[in-house]
């Protein structure tokens, strides 16, 4: 009768109260980190995501152009200080943005700091308030813009 009990109480507590013994294998799986949008500045919102050649990260926000080199962020705003929602990356390294009524690119000075370079002047000014730009695309060697 004893051994029943001893039997039935190791049971119970093999299912209720299972050992954490730590055997799962973690080699080969990748890191995984979280940034929230408070310990890098940026707004909550990313609407794209590029990477160049050299493995930076791009990612269109709500508060401008976020950029990640693997070890630091960086914001670069809008002159209209407004929504980025679309990039294109050319291989010349122009990084195309489009947010609300704005349109251009970033390119980096002789610092290597990106400079914005707006494209409105292009357009007429009857057709300069045109809302948000959603999309970029190259087409031999063209850029559009969808708004």
């Known amino acids: 009768m004893k051994t029943i009990a001893l039997f039935i109480l190791s049971l119970f507590f093999a299912i209720f109260f299972p050992l954490d013994v730590g055997a799962q294998q973690t080699i080969g799986q990748p890191s995984i980190l979280n940034y929230y949008h408070e310990d890098i500045n940026a707004g909550s919102q ?3 995501i590029k ?3 050299f493995g930076n990260m791009y ?12 070890k630091e962020w960086k914001m670069y705003r809008l002159p209209n200080k407004t ?12 990084i195309f943005v489009g947010g ?7 390119f980096p000075d002789e610092r ?13 000014l ?7 730009v959603w999309n970029i695309e190259i087409l031999n060697n063209d850029i559009f813009f969808r708004t």
């Open 83 to 94: 929504i980025v929602r679309a990039i294109c990356i050319t291989d010349d390294l122009k």
């Open 100 to 106: 609300q009524d704005a349109l251009g690119y970033f």
């Open 112 to 124: 290597g700091v990106l400079q914005y370079h707006s494209l409105l002047e292009l357009l007429p």
């Open 126 to 132: 009857n057709k300069r308030k045109f809302g948000d």
């Open 46 to 48: 990313n609407w794209a």
């Open 51 to 53: 990477q160049d050649k």
């Open 59 to 70: 990612f269109a926000n709500n508060t401008g152009l976020l950029t990640y080199n693997g």
